[in-house]
């Protein structure tokens, strides 16, 4: 399989399984790619505590304002996905019952919703004008 | 030759299940703790060093979850490049790279912690 492909090779291969196993095995790839990207951004913004306080309060102030709170949602809905998504998996391996994993999905899905919906309520205030201080 | 390959493979794979159980537990705290516990307070450096400092727990805590995140994210890269068969040359190269990346991201993580200390 060329590995230049591979993308392509994912999205052919999910268009071929349209199943709940498939499609979630994509999105756990997919989220484990932009939490990656997360934890090196997260690490630069934080790493300024390095450079003294001043410095990491501006950094901190910058990342911490309604836009920021919005983008938020998005990165715990990725975290959240992938730790009960990758919870599913190892329950049911390491537990024998790869045969009931699209019960063990359901399970998932509304443990997701909940935590999502507690999320949005949690984050509401941060969205609205007022939270950013400034640097 | 073969059978080495394959002990590594599994090695990493079980690692990356018992990190990716570590990280379960750890991240329920770390974004209570930081995204939902303190409301619309900034968080700024007084009150991370508060409560860094003011903690044993809070500093192994810390200390384990960078290389555990560090690692269980670099082997989760490197398990989807190698689900495609990469060619031999950019198999070690890729593996350089994240060995690389993985100590900088490790030793800048626990820098941080420590200034936060």
């Known amino acids: 399989m060329s590995f230049n492909n ?3 090779n994912a999205m052919v291969d999910t268009n071929r399984n349209k199943n709940i196993g498939m499609i ?14 997360y934890l090196i951004m997260h690490t630069y913004v934080l790493s300024s505590a390095i450079s003294g306080e001043k410095s ?5 102030g910058f990342v911490q304002s309604p836009f920021f709170a919005i983008l938020e949602v998005l990165l715990i809905a990725g975290v959240f996905f992938h730790l009960l998504n990758g919870a599913r998996i190892t329950i049911c391996d390491f537990a024998g019952l790869t045969k009931s994993h699209k019960a063990f999905f359901w399970i998932e899905a509304i443990l997701f919703v909940a935590i999502m919906i507690l999320t949005i ?4 205030p941060k969205m609205q004008s007022g939270y950013y201080t400034g640097m | 030759m073969a059978e080495k390959v394959s002990n590594q493979s599994l090695l990493t794979w079980f690692l990356q299940r018992f990190s990716g159980i570590f990280l379960a537990f750890f991240l329920f705290t770390h974004i209570n703790v930081n995204h939902f516990a303190h409301g619309k ?3 700024d450096f007084a009150l991370v060093h508060q409560r860094l400092s003011g903690s044993i727990y809070w500093k192994v805590y810390y200390l384990l979850f960078v290389p555990f995140c560090v690692f269980h994210a670099l082997n989760g890269i490197w398990a989807i490049l190698a689900d495609y068969r990469p060619s ?3 198999s070690i190269f890729s593996k350089v790279i994240f060995w690389v990346i993985g100590l900088i991201l490790i030793v800048v ?3 941080t912690l420590t200034n936060l200390f």
């Open chain 2, 109 to 111: 993580g626990a820098m």
């Open chain 1, 121 to 124: 309520i949690l984050q509401i």
């Open chain 1, 24 to 37: 979630t095995y994509l999105f756990h790839r997919i989220t484990g790619i932009g939490l990656v990207i």
């Open chain 2, 41 to 43: 307070d900034l968080i």
């Open chain 1, 6 to 8: 591979m993308f392509k």
């Open chain 1, 56 to 60: 990491f309060n501006g950094r901190m």
């Open chain 2, 88 to 90: 031999g040359g950019f």
